[in-house]
């Protein structure tokens, strides 16, 4: 099969064909419950037979044996209906995935679609594992400053103020309540005021001290995070923070082990680099760094065995927990170094990998983007839930 326009519209079509027909799914379920009801009918039907037997009843035992007759057709009528949407159903699924099953047939197909999907989770892995360095940087921050701690609260207080006040304007009329709109306005733009200011100085800490915390990560931090209280109203910072943490372990944990279960994928050498030299955690962080250890034992995916790059360099020199400039600079020497030791005068490609110039383009199709998107979803899915259990286990064995 031939990967080209013509075919693309060809799968395009049959699945808008399946995705109509799976609105009959509503149908299906009705029609299940339809047999459930009809089932539970009959089987009253014959007790009540029994029943009359035993009674010496005739009249009333060929009512229910009529009765029972009547709802073993009705049974049979809904089945049949039931089996003919089911059928509908199935065949054009099938005939939706029969064209990535004919792409498959051909070995450089799955090779470039496992290229494909190597090369996002290593995105999404090093991305997890920015946003977890700057989770637990904030928190050592907050640990060692009491008025960086209090910046942030000011941040959280006014983000939760913020959505109080836009809660409290959609229930509101434009006209009617002129003057309530316009006093609630003046509260949103102190409280917006309020948040800024604690963001600037947050800020500009971490902007003299080279920490590597994004202004658009702390302001999502702030603003979609749930962060717990106690019962007299204080935020629970810390334990807020460790949590956040945590999610972010299993996300890192659960891209390397996705990574694992892609045939041939390896994590690239940034993403090994600062998983094995990244910033060293506070000590509260300490217990979350063996069990994320145990648990890639656990899932036989240990960083060095599926992706670690082992250089014949020397081994990198260790930097302080804050200096992401001169880690960076350190490992961007090595690499460039160790890519001229392989082939001087040309660096290859990431990964050491040429994609198959047949399917170079393909993810351009619908088909191929289709079945990549569900291929990732998948596998992930899977993996984190690998992850949670392992973790569960690990934890379940030191109680």
């Not at 041939?264 to 994320?292: C, M, R, S, V, Y």
């Amino acid at each position: 099969m031939e990967l080209n326009e013509k075919l693309n519209q060809d799968y395009n079509k049959d699945k808008k064909i399946y995705q109509k027909t799976q609105r009959l799914q509503a149908t299906v379920k009705n029609l299940e419950q339809q047999l459930k009801i009809l089932k539970r009918e009959w089987q009253d039907a014959k007790l009540k037979e029994t029943r009359a037997k035993e009674d010496g009843d005739v009249v009333a035992e060929k009512e229910a044996q009529a009765e029972a007759a009547t709802k073993i057709k009705e049974t049979q009528e809904v089945q049949a209906k039931l089996n003919l949407i089911r059928e509908v159903i199935t065949k054009n699924k099938n005939k939706v995935d029969g064209y990535i099953q004919e792409l498959k047939k051909d070995p450089e197909f799955e090779e470039h679609v496992n290229d494909i999907l190597e090369k996002r989770y290593n995105r999404q892995l090093a991305k997890a594992i920015k946003e977890q360095n700057q989770v637990n940087t904030i928190l050592d921050l907050c640990q060692k400053h009491p008025t960086l701690s209090n910046n942030l609260k000011g941040m959280i207080s006014a983000q939760e103020e913020l959505d109080k006040l836009n809660k409290e304007i959609e229930t509101l009329d434009a006209e009617k309540d002129k003057d309530k709109l316009d006093e609630i306005k003046g509260k949103i733009d102190a409280a917006f005021g309020k948040k800024n200011k604690n963001m600037d100085l947050f800020m500009d800490f971490c902007t003299k001290n080279n920490l590597d915390i994004d202004r658009e990560f702390l302001d999502n931090l702030v603003s979609e995070k749930g962060f717990a209280h106690d019962k007299q109203g204080n935020i629970k910072l810390e334990k807020t923070l460790k949590n956040i943490s945590k999610g972010y372990e299993k996300r890192v944990l659960a891209y390397q082990v996705a990574i694992s279960k892609v045939p041939g994928a390896k994590i690239n050498e940034e993403n090994h680099e600062l998983l094995g030299e990244g910033p060293e955690e506070p000590e509260t962080q300490d217990t979350q760094d063996t069990l994320a250890t145990t648990v890639l034992k656990k899932l036989n995916a240990d960083p060095m065995k599926h992706g670690g790059v082992r250089s014949s360099q020397p081994p990198a020199k260790k930097y302080k927990w804050w200096e992401f400039r001169k880690r960076f600079q350190d490992w961007n020497a090595r690499r460039k170094a160790e890519k001229q030791k392989t082939e001087p005068g040309k660096e290859p490609e990431e990964g050491g990998k040429t994609s198959s110039e047949k399917f170079r383009n393909s993810y351009k199709y619908d088909v191929v983007k289709d079945y990549v998107d569900k291929q990732e979803q998948e596998i992930y899915k899977q993996a984190l839930k690998d992850v949670k259990e392992a973790m569960k286990d690990d934890t379940e064995e030191q109680r």
